[in-house]
């Protein structure tokens, strides 16, 4: 009887994994990229656009499903696009940065993304990654659960996506151009907007505003995207507090907030409660920045509506944390926690095989052509990054020598007062160096803002990994005291973090995804100035632990 009962259980078992293999589809998307006339600010100009859409057509997906993505270039820009988040698991053929896993698509070429999503449901979203494109060039990416498996939060009336963006009434190639050529920081951006909309706080943006229409006693899940360029930004609705349900396609334990803190690279799901019979309310986009280092302070917005309200009554004003509360800002990051629940466990590493100390920061460049003979620089332990000229993965898989080099310093080469007084040189070394990672070993990266020329809070991107948000603090991270105090039990999970402005950050993840993964600050004027590096994870001993094959498409430089 126990042999026929477990037969019974097998067959059922085995009819449950040939359901959820089952279900699982193959999505097609056609992107091109081609220019479009949009009129902002009272101001029209040509930008670069996916579908001719500003933001960019949203992609649907369930986790286990392969997207394939038809990229087509009608634009004079050579262009790639970076599925922000998506793990890429042995696909970082898929992965998208220019120059580090392919080279880019050149103008009337195309290239099909190919990648399955593993293990991952919630918000994320894609964009150029290369240039500054990525300023007009994203859209959201929204991975619902597998067919019948439920939100671990109350089922909501309606699913909103909103993305967050910056607006330049200039092209903003010239305006990075520019400062390049200058040596001081490019220009702020005109704007903040609200799917692609600053608002009616704007002279001639009365038509450019979005506009939100709910019913009483409804839950909304509100997707919000930062996909600024420059900036991290608060977020909140007047008269309403938001539930926090997921960051980065993580879900987290719930909690109530006034506004949330988005830095560029991150997104967050939060509940909204519709608890009021009617009413106009204000949703409001302002800039955070608790450094010396001017940003676009102007608020955006963007109007919630009960149906049935009347357009004629004045929307009730938002409570926003100032442009430097770094208390509210610290207070938020602090909340998140991992759901880690049954379902979904926060697989917390508890031992660690490799200790890494980058220090990130601002500095100097020599520049004969400058004004002041320099021009502003950015590294990571002093090592300001050099793109090659053919794409890192493509050199790693065959084996190509000169491109780059595998000594890329665990810790800053001349250690100092990191957050205290500058040290005398301020100028950075150059070079293409990476860290070699072994197959399934475990990181620990403490990230330490420094204060060479100024402090600031640097948002950091890890490609093909989430980790997690140990601890962080300000001033100089203390080795000997401050693991004592890291959450190893349900730590946030992320592939972007804000690592405070004068202060430092620990995260861990598991090697686990064979290829080359860019690490950049997601301020694109700091990867511009080369705040950024790469990590090689080495194959593993399995077949499956290895990368595939490129793909026959690949774009060559």
């Given amino acids: 009887m126990a042999v026929l009962s477990n037969t019974i259980m097998l067959c059922f078992v085995t009819l449950v994994l040939l359901s959820v293999t089952v279900e699982a589809k193959t999505r097609h998307y056609n992107f091109t990229i081609r220019f479009k006339n949009y009129t902002r600010l009272c101001h029209t100009k040509p930008i670069v656009t996916v579908n001719g859409r500003y933001p ?6 369930r986790e286990g499903d392969t997207l394939l993505v038809n990229v087509t270039n009608h634009v004079k820009y050579n262009v790639t696009i970076h599925w922000h988040g998506i793990r890429q698991l042995r696909t970082g053929w898929a992965d998208g940065p220019a120059y580090i896993t392919q080279c880019p698509i050149q103008t009337r070429q195309n290239f099909v993304y190919n990648f399955t999503i593993t293990g991952q449901r919630g918000t994320l979203f894609y964009h150029a990654h290369i240039l500054w494109l990525r300023a007009t060039l994203h859209g959201p990416i929204v991975i619902l659960p597998k067919k019948h498996v439920p939100y671990p939060f109350p089922k909501p009336h309606k699913e909103v996506t909103l993305v967050l963006g910056e607006w330049w009434n200039a092209d903003t190639e010239a305006v990075i151009n520019q400062a390049l050529k200058s040596g001081g920081a490019p220009n702020a951006s005109d704007a903040h907007t609200i799917n692609g909309k600053p608002g009616p706080l704007f002279n001639c943006s009365t038509k450019d505003t979005y506009a939100l229409a709910v019913e009483p006693d409804k839950t909304y899940l509100l997707r919000i995207i930062n996909a600024a360029l420059n900036d991290q930004v608060f977020f909140s609705i007047a008269n309403h507090l938001l539930t926090v349900v997921e960051v980065d396609a993580v879900y987290t334990k719930p909690f109530n907030t006034k506004a949330i803190a988005i830095s560029p690279g991150q997104t ?5 409660n519709t608890d009021k019979k009617a009413g106009r309310c204000f949703m409001a986009v302002r800039a955070f920045m608790d450094a010396p280092i001017p940003v676009d302070n102007m608020t955006a917005a963007g109007i919630l509506q009960y149906i049935g309200t009347p357009n004629t009554s004045n929307p009730v004003k938002p409570v926003i944390p100032k442009i430097n509360d770094t208390a509210f800002y610290t207070n938020f990051s602090n909340s998140l926690k991992s759901l880690n629940s049954a379902a979904f466990p926060a697989k917390v590493p508890q031992t660690v095989d490799r200790n890494l100390l980058f220090t990130i920061g601002l500095a100097l460049d020599s520049c004969p052509t400058c004004a002041n003979g320099s021009r502003a620089s950015a590294s990571i332990n002093n090592v300001s990054f050099v793109m090659p000229t053919i794409a890192l993965l493509q050199a790693h898989f065959n084996n190509i020598s000169g491109v780059f080099t ?15 007084t500058p040290p005398k040189n301020l100028f950075t070394s150059k070079g ?3 860290t070699s990672l072994t197959y399934n070993s475990t990181v620990q990266l403490v990230l330490q803002d420094t204060s060479i020329l100024t402090v600031d809070n640097h948002p ?4 093909g990994f989430n980790f997690f948000i140990l601890g962080s603090g300000f001033g100089n991270y203390n080795p000997k005291k401050d693991p004592a105090k890291f959450n190893l039990v349900d730590p946030p999970e992320r592939n972007t973090v804000g690592v405070p402005t004068g202060g430092w950050t620990a995260i861990r993840f598991r090697a686990d995804n064979p290829g080359v993964w ?3 600050c997601h301020l694109e004027v700091h990867t511009t100035w080369g705040l950024k590096m790469a990590f090689v994870v080495e194959n593993g001993n399995e077949p499956e632990q290895s990368i595939l094959p490129p793909p026959a498409d690949l774009p060559k430089c």
């Fill in 268 to 272: 967050t799901n939060v509940l909204l």
């Fill in 460 to 463: 950091i991107h890890l490609h």
């Fill in 406 to 420: 595998k000594d890329f310093p665990d810790n800053p080469p001349t250690p100092f007062n990191y957050t205290g």
């Fill in 56 to 61: 960019g057509p949203t992609i649907y997906a």
């Fill in 518 to 520: 860019f690490m950049h």
């Fill in 432 to 434: 293409t160096r990476l």
